[in-house]
């Protein structure tokens, strides 16, 4: 238990260090890597001394706790309050509002009342959660310690808060532990709320206009969730005075189907499902690093943790296919919709919805095959994603644009980069990595119970293909003649960051049957006593494909390079006489230059034809899914 | 036949995936040529000799090497490799779901080493050829889909030896399956990133900087493909396997005539016609099956 309060303060005193201790004070980078090394081993000690014992649960005498967090949720509402009275913005006040008088009523009301049992807890789902969190959050915080100086020489006009910054980073860590290990479902909402504030205050850090928008536009739509969850938890201690999780799950269906509804829209608000997609896509306004963290290990994976936590109610109901819909309905548009992107920060965002979306459906269909992938998913995809964020962070600032039409012959002026993206781009979509492992599983859990939603996914895959593979077309294509190579100037922290998030990236696929074996099999287990059978013919096929393309590929690579010289080298065709490399002879003697664009279909699958479709197939969704949960 | 049929049953994986390697060359390289004598005849002309795909790509490996830049042709043979890899995987009857993400990553190398070098034509064949890869995915799953309803296995090894006739339990999906292997075997009006037919254009979109053994290769693969292709067209009609083999080898005529009758549709076309198609065919078929059971 130690571990666990140990993992959710530690990253909060070295948030308050990251407040006080002086910029440029050398000791900064020491205590921030040695605060990362240690967040990156805990979660692993946790792992490695948990490898063969089920969930455990902590008692913990937590009077003064309860009554501080208490008193914190208000001081939070109120801050809320004053920035958003500040900013002349009264929606959020609303919101506030309404969910301070439940809260406050409640525990007035009931406060006396409460009895928890069981603070903390732990199972090999928070176990994982605690791996990503961990490692891929204490990696996006090194990546910031070379990023955000580069990030306040190129916009001068930003504010320099880089104090503030590293606090909320690091408050954010402590959150998201709080929200894993939390058992008593009052702490789980007080953290849930501080993930929505940092999430807030990180999205407005540069305090321009456009910032401000998608910050406030981030802190509507979890408010709205974060008042959907109030009430839910108000409802269920009324109705069952029930106040923790793992209470939550044995009791009656029927008594605790409408709480559930409302933890799944709380975590739809979070993992930025439709309606609530736009706060994601608002977000990229902030530093690379906040955009990483917000996709990959915190946020987002929070919402998807918390509706995976509360489906097993909901089995079998009407309102978990409406969830499972929704989920369909999120994967399919908004992979739909990146076709049409060419801004590289929102093809990720919309990626990052559309997988999240597969993770939700699994959790609405709620069988061990679908629950084994959506976990899998949320590994891969948290590894995967960060890595890509980070690359276009930095490609951000070399080209000056974060265009995908602008990063032609990126493999030339990046070279390093342009590799470590290509693992990342291929974690998302090509077999043998983790992606396409888990839709395959995904696919076959699908099939059984629900062939609806296999053939979303037989379409929504297609189109994840194309915006994913025009991209890498982009990047590698290669130019004739000297270009200037732009790479030495990226520092050693971003460097070291990529490099494990790369090495994790096809690590981790490695890994999966250990990952299968040892940590989800035994959670799935707990769940439902039965586990999902892994082909193993299938394992050592994958194993052949990513082994092969492991030694294949430096080795041709290198090949190609120095050993093979028996060619002729010449220009390409350009359908005329060519002047020079990128130019030719055109018509009426004019010289043309050649330039390459992608494909982005705007007429067929251009935003705002689509996405408003989707709010409102899911909206529709959604109120069934009340509608039927309330009868 | 049916001691051929039993022969093969009685192999191990390897030695399955060995056959395949070794035959498919010969037999899609022989489809190939077929397929030009009967071309020829069917716009009134001699036509070459059967075996002429096999001068072709000989002499092809006899050329200089050309090339723009130095890691076009590794795209390529990687390309090769996993489509060979796919084909082996399905006779060898692994899973058909895996066969298909593998030959995905297959097309996928082709699609790089047509953007890798930066030439306009080929970046306009490549951009086509993910159409085509976009166009033709759903449908693909939507038959590994449907065979599991029907035979409750994704082994190719278990659909194959399937009793009943799976055609009359899919005849939606098969009807959409024949409408992308248009698409999947380069044929008119599908064939937009790039084409058999010399007389159609000079400058062959994709391939436009591929030449010499390289494009042999490309030759090779295509062959490869092929029969992995008619391949899943047998699965179909496993339950006898005489008619399979008629009806894969009719199908690849039917394909010729329809590549005969039709001039190049454009892309948005192709990509929303076989969407829809796989709608209309594929997904009810799909629908019919989850409710009869």
Request: aromatic share 14%.
């Amino acid at each position: 238990m130690n571990v666990l309060i140990f993992l959710i303060v530690f990253p909060l005193v070295i948030s308050l260090l990251a407040l006080v201790l002086p910029r440029g004070f050398h000791i900064r980078k020491t205590i921030g890597t040695v605060a990362n090394v240690v967040l990156c081993a805990l979660p692993i000690y946790l792992l490695v001394t948990n490898l063969d014992q089920g969930p455990s649960y902590f008692r913990l005498e937590s009077g003064f706790v309860d009554i501080l967090i208490f008193l914190l949720e208000v001081l939070i509402a109120g801050y809320l309050i004053y920035l958003s009275v500040r900013a002349k913005r009264y929606l959020p006040v609303i919101l506030v509002l309404i969910q301070m008088s439940i809260m406050i009523g409640f525990e007035f009301t009931y406060g006396h009342s409460i009895q928890v049992e069981h603070v903390l807890f732990m199972d090999k789902f928070s176990i994982i959660m605690a791996l990503i969190v961990g490692i891929i959050g204490s990696a996006i915080c090194l990546y910031g310690f070379g990023y955000m100086p580069e990030y306040h020489e190129h916009y001068p006009e930003v504010k320099d808060r880089r104090n503030y910054f590293g606090f909320l980073m690091y408050l954010f860590l402590s959150a998201m532990f709080g929200i894993i290990f939390s058992n008593n479902l009052l702490w789980l909402f007080f953290f849930w709320e501080v993930t929505t504030l940092c999430s807030f205050l990180l999205i407005g850090y540069r305090d321009d206009k456009a910032s401000q928008d998608s910050a406030f536009r981030a802190l509507n739509m979890n408010l709205i969730g974060g008042v959907v969850f109030a009430f839910g938890i108000v409802y269920l201690f009324v109705t069952t005075q029930t106040m923790e999780l793992d209470k939550l799950l044995l009791l009656d269906q029927g008594a605790v189907l409408l709480p559930a509804v409302c933890f799944a829209f709380a975590g739809l608000a979070k993992s930025a499902q439709f309606p609530f997609s736009s706060w994601l896509t608002g977000a990229m306004v902030a530093p690379t690093p906040v955009s990483a963290l917000l996709h990959s290990s915190t946020m987002v994976k929070a919402g998807v943790y918390l509706i995976l936590r509360v489906s097993p109610v909901m089995d079998n109901t009407v309102a978990a296919q409406m969830l499972t819909l929704i989920g369909g309905v999120s994967f399919l548009v908004t992979a739909l919709i990146a076709i049409s992107q060419s801004n590289a920060k929102k093809v990720l965002a919309y990626s990052t919805i559309s997988n999240l979306g597969l993770i939700v459906a699994c959790a609405g269909v709620n069988t061990p095959a679908a629950v084994w992938s959506a976990l899998l998913l949320i590994i891969f995809h948290a590894v995967a994603k960060s890595l890509l964020f980070l690359c276009v962070g930095i490609i951000e600032y070399k080209l000056g644009s974060r265009d995908i039409e602008d990063m032609d012959f990126l493999i030339m002026r990046l070279p390093k980069l342009t590799a470590v993206m290509m693992i990342g781009m291929a974690g998302m979509f090509l077999a043998p990595f983790g992606m396409i492992i888990s839709k395959f599983v995904t696919l076959k859990a699908f099939v059984d119970g629900n062939p609806a939603m296999a053939i979303i996914l037989a379409y929504g895959s297609a189109a994840t293909i194309f915006f994913w593979t025009k991209w890498m077309g982009k990047i590698i294509s290669i130019r004739h003649g000297e270009v200037e190579v732009v790479e030495h100037t990226v520092s050693t922290w971003e460097w070291i960051t990529l490099g494990i998030l790369a090495v994790a990236t096809v690590a981790v696929c490695l890994a999966f049957p250990f990952i299968s074996i040892h940590v989800i099999d035994p959670y799935i287990m707990e769940l439902f006593n039965t586990a999902p059978v892994i082909d193993m013919f299938n394992v050592l096929v994958v194993f052949a494909i990513m082994f092969s393309l492991l030694i294949i590929l430096p080795l041709g690579l290198l090949y190609y390079a120095f050993i093979n010289k028996n060619y002729k080298r010449v220009g390409t065709y350009l359908g005329g006489g060519n002047v020079s490399n990128i130019t030719f002879e055109g018509a009426m003697d004019a010289t043309q230059p050649i330039q390459l664009k992608n494909y982005y279909l705007e007429k067929y699958f251009g935003e705002e034809r689509l996405f408003y479709v989707g709010v409102f197939v899911s909206l529709t969704l959604i109120f069934i899914m009340f509608g039927v949960a309330a009868i | 036949m049916n001691t051929i049929h039993e022969i093969v049953l009685s192999w191990g994986v390897f030695e399955r995936m060995l056959a395949f390697v070794l035959l498919a060359p010969l037999v899609g390289g022989l489809l190939a040529g077929i397929d030009r004598k009967v071309s020829a005849r069917f716009q009134g002309r001699y036509g070459p000799p059967v075996l002429q795909p096999f001068y072709d790509a000989f002499k092809l490996f006899q050329k200089e090497k050309i090339i723009v830049n130095k890691f076009q042709d590794f795209n390529i043979v990687l390309f090769l490799m996993f489509t060979i890899f796919s084909g082996a995987l399905f006779f060898a009857g692994a899973d058909l779901l895996l066969t298909i993400f593998s030959l995905a990553l297959a097309g996928t190398f082709f699609v790089l080493g047509g953007f890798c070098v930066g030439s306009p034509y080929s970046h306009l064949g490549a951009e086509r050829e993910i159409i085509q890869q976009v166009a033709y995915e759903p449908m693909i799953i939507l038959v590994a889909i449907g065979m599991y309803q029907v035979t409750g296995s994704f082994k190719v090894a278990v659909i194959a030896q399937y009793q009943l006739p799976l055609i009359l339990y899919l005849p939606g999906v098969f009807a959409g399956f024949l409408y992308i292997l248009t698409i999947k075997f380069r044929k008119s009006p599908f064939d937009l990133s790039m084409s058999h037919h010399a007389h159609q254009e000079i400058v062959r979109g994709l391939t436009t900087e591929f030449s010499g053994s390289t494009l042999a290769l490309i030759e090779i693969a295509h062959w490869y493909e092929n029969v992995l292709l008619l391949g899943m067209v047998y699965l179909f009609f496993g339950f006898n396997p005489w008619l399979a083999v008629f009806v894969a080898l009719a199908t690849y005529l039917f394909e010729i005539f329809i590549d005969m009758n039709y001039a190049r549709f454009k892309w948005q076309l192709t990509f929303g016609s076989s969407w829809l198609f796989t709608a209309v065919a594929g997904v009810s078929n799909i629908i019919v099956l989850s409710l009869m059971r």
